[in-house]
């Protein structure tokens, strides 16, 4: 399996951008898809997740501003971004899980993932 990320740039804050993900060597709807980011001097931090029924999880601070989609035809994955803010400012990852849960697990752990894309800069101007 392999993730190639896209669509990172310089935006201005109040922006919207939209990043994608093309998963290769594997239909995208047999396992769970995620987005991190990973700003300069800290933590790689959860973003987005969809899972295979396509119901999708975030965390409090990005809900409302983030929405992950999957195009399942074109094994890509997407994360719209609005109202980007510097504090925004990152590599953005995609990455795939093939970990089989039962009721809402939440796959916002880098363990629970297992395949990586090679992260997209996004960075946002003030």
């Known amino acids: 399996v392999q993730l190639q990320a896209s669509g990172g740039g310089l935006v201005q804050t109040g922006d919207s951008l939209t990043l994608s993900c093309v998963v290769s060597g594997r239909n995208i709807s047999t396992f769970v898809t995620g987005w991190f980011r990973q700003a300069p001097g800290r933590e790689r931090e959860f973003v987005a997740a969809?899972?295979?029924?396509?119901?999708?999880n975030y965390p409090n601070s990005m809900r409302g501003r983030f929405t992950v989609s999957r195009d399942t035809p074109k094994n890509t994955v997407h994360l719209h971004m609005n109202s980007l803010k510097p504090e925004d400012t990152a590599v953005y990852y995609c990455?795939?899980?093939?970990?089989?849960?039962?009721?809402?697990?939440?796959?916002?752990?880098?363990?629970?993932?297992?395949?990586w894309g090679q992260g997209t800069l996004v960075t946002v101007s003030s």
């Open positions: 969809v899972r295979r029924s396509g119901s999708t």
């Open positions: 990455a795939a899980s093939t970990r089989q849960s039962t009721g809402y697990y939440l796959y916002n752990r880098r363990i629970d993932y297992s395949f």
